[in-house]
């Protein structure tokens, strides 16, 4: 078993099923074959399935895999963006879309911390806790603070106005690219 052609396969894999073309990157058109979700849930198994046999050296008997997180464009589609959420409504919205229970729930952590990274996003510290602020350029995009009062609590809470919600789902392709890397 020639095992770079094997994780070179695999790799190739993986991006079409996230709807990426293997060799120049970009996002595969929505009505594209590969996008059909058929396929994309069989390149996600056949993804895994190739994971395992690079690390463990054959296909373990009957351990049954999640399939990782991951939404084609055409299930992107059906993502209505609304007034201000907060970032756990918008992912739990994100994980209604989720073609099937194998998949693996998207993590609000794993928003904030893609958030973070492409700089709309930031961690500070007040009254000695860390919480998650927007910068100015996630101000600008749509990202803000409200003061909250309810009959339990009073306290600040990020919210995600449509502009953000829209530029998510169009670079949704960016975030997965993260998510595989992380």
Known sequence: MNLELLQHAQSYI??????????TGKSMPSEDTINNIRVSRCLFYVNNVLKDII?????PKSKKKQIPFSLTPNE???YECTSSLSISRMVQKLNALRPTEEMEKLK??????????????QE???????????TESGMRMGIHVEHVVNDYQEYDAVFYDEKIQRYIINHFDFFLQFLSLA
């Open 124 to 134: 500070t510290e007040e009254n000695g806790h860390k919480r998650k602020r927007p």
């Open 76 to 78: 992107l589609e059906h």
């Open 55 to 59: 690390t463990n050296g054959t296909v």
């Open 108 to 121: 609000i952590s794993q928003m904030c911390q893609w958030l973070i990274e492409i700089g709309l996003l």
């Open 14 to 23: 993986e991006k079409m099923a996230n709807g990426i073309h293997p060799i």
